[in-house]
């Protein structure tokens, strides 16, 4: 069963790329990474009920699996490249494969990332996604870098998948653009491949906002202010829960994979030229600080920070 499975996934996939001398179908991949570039790899688990609400469609669970990791890739200002694909299935279920597949395709061709290889077991739904990309060397986009002064920018406008999840009754047109925001988010790759050589620090926004940009100042050893009336709110989410609610979500909120990053204040106009043509738009929404504290300011720079910094899978 598992190899009609497996057929059944190497007919449907089809990246043509050069580097791949072997894909599917052998014990291993033989693969042949450019000679004067690194190679940046990820890997992101999602398991059924914790990283998609149970009842998500098995083409978004495909869209989704490998969007998470591309951003990943984007966070590191990589060029995606090959997938390896780890399916645990609760049955033999070749109708969920075929959609599942569908969808996982449809974004790797926009991106061309070729499947080549993976695993096939029974067992609670669970889908792990490998990926590797291509970046010129020493060009990685780190968490590492921000420097106190440094602009903070956000990609998107942060907080529309946590709509998502809470409109999943909502039958109006803002709820579906939210839980398309959900299910099928849309890696930042073009953005990171613009910001080589621009921005200091990067991330992906996949615990929200504030969580993640507490993982960049400690890793640059800085603080940071986000301007609550800065940040981008979507029309459809202030729609679906209001104005006050949407800066919550756009700060605590999980799941929506935009880039957050920092580059030096010189550089703004630099950075908003480089992603004028990228899908989402950019916006500037704040400043790193001396110090550790990650704090959130209203128009008069009062001090509004939330106490909830947004979901979290191991609460201490
Ligand atoms: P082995 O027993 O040698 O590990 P498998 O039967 O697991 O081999 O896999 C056979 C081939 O099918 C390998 O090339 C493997 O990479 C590929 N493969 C298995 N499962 C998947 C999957 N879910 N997605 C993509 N390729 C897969
Ligand atoms: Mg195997």
Redesign the pocket.
Known sequence: M??DL?DL??ERTHVPRADVSLG??????LLTPPPDQQLVVAIDTLVDGVHFPQGTSPQDIGWKALAVNLSDLAAMGATPAWA????TLPASHRDFVQAFIAGFESLARQHEVA?V????TQGPLTVGVCVHGFVPRDRALRRTGAQVGDTIFITGTPGDAAGGLRQHDGHDASSDILRARLNRPTPRVAAGVALRGLARACIDVSDGLLADLTHVCHASGVGAEVDAHRLPLSAALQSCVGPAAARELALTGGDDYELCFTAAPDQADAVMRALAGTDGGVTPIGRITAGDRVRVCDADGRDITPRDRGWEHFHA
């Not at 390896?84 to 399916?87: G, I, K, N, Y």
């Not at 290889?117 to 096939?120: I, L, N």
């Open positions: 598992e190899f497996i996934i190497r599917i179908g052998d014990d291993a991949a390896v694909l780890s399916l499947l290889g993976g695993d096939t």
